[in-house]
């Protein structure tokens, strides 16, 4: 599966973004969709994941509460909801797909496929 994500940009400290990724093939919902960030001279780290379904989430607690991941099977894409902002959220998110994942996985590894990454940054 190809992966593209989109929807990054350059926004206020509070404010909102909606990160898309949309995936090629018939078999999206077919895999566990997660959401990555890494900030310059940092580890990538997890940032969500959501189900096949989408009817499971799970974040990391420094999300928890202020992003929202969903999808939509039929159009093959999942989204990343970005509210109240903070500057320490400013990173390149990726997307990624895993067929083997885990509920609640959030080891890079347990994701086979990447997108390319959008970049956010959050002025404060």
């Known amino acids: 599966v190809q992966l593209q994500a989109s929807g990054g940009g350059l926004v206020q400290a509070g404010g909102s973004l909606r990160l898309s990724c949309a995936a090629s093939g018939r078999t999206f919902s077919s895999y566990t969709m997660g959401w990555f960030r890494q900030a310059p001279g940092k580890e990538r780290e997890f940032v969500a994941g959501?189900?096949?379904?989408?009817?499971?989430?799970w974040y990391a607690d420094s999300v928890k509460g202020r992003f929202t991941s969903s999808r939509d099977n039929a159009k093959n894409t999942v989204y990343l909801q970005m509210n109240s902002l903070k500057p320490e959220d400013t990173a390149v998110y990726y997307c990624a797909a895993g067929s083997a994942t885990p509920a609640g996985g959030r080891n890079p590894s347990w994701y086979r496929y990447w997108g390319q990454g959008t970049q956010v940054t959050v002025s404060s």
């Open positions: 959501i189900s096949l379904s989408g009817g499971t989430s």
